[in-house]
């Protein structure tokens, strides 16, 4: 299921540069996006793990790490407006790569919520 709500958000954004009336791969940059989004989390969990924080306490690293993934979520969403409001692409170009943005962070978003489960054995 992820993997194919992650085909359609792909697909979202070339279409919204493919199209004969877009034309222009510039939205395509949104890419860059979908690969730095889980960087910082997967970071953050590695190193709260290699020191022993455990996971119900606030955790410093863990704060950042949800900030940077904030900002990079925010900006590829941004790229898009600011993209289409100086008239670089049209707005249906920027409605396609939106639909595209909700479908692959939706994916992100289930991929850490399926697989960053703890378990619960008291081993």
């Known amino acids: 299921m992820l993997s194919f709500t992650g085909a359609i958000g792909i697909l979202l954004v070339v279409l919204g540069c493919a199209l004969p009336q877009y034309g222009i791969w510039w939205p395509f940059f949104v890419l860059m996006f979908y690969l730095l989004a889980p960087i910082p989390t ?14 119900g306490t606030s ?41 595209g943005n909700v479908m692959m962070f939706c994916s992100i978003l289930a991929y850490f919520i399926v697989f960053e489960s703890e378990d619960d054995f008291g081993f």
Do not use: D, H, Q, W
């Open 59 to 99: 955790n410093l690293c863990k704060e950042i790490s949800l900030f940077l993934t904030s900002g990079i979520v925010l900006s590829a969403f941004g790229l898009p407006i600011v993209l289409a409001r100086s008239r670089i692409i049209e707005y249906g170009a920027m409605a396609l790569v939106f639909s």
């Open 42 to 55: 997967v970071i953050a969990n590695r190193l709260s793990e290699s020191y022993g924080v455990s996971s």
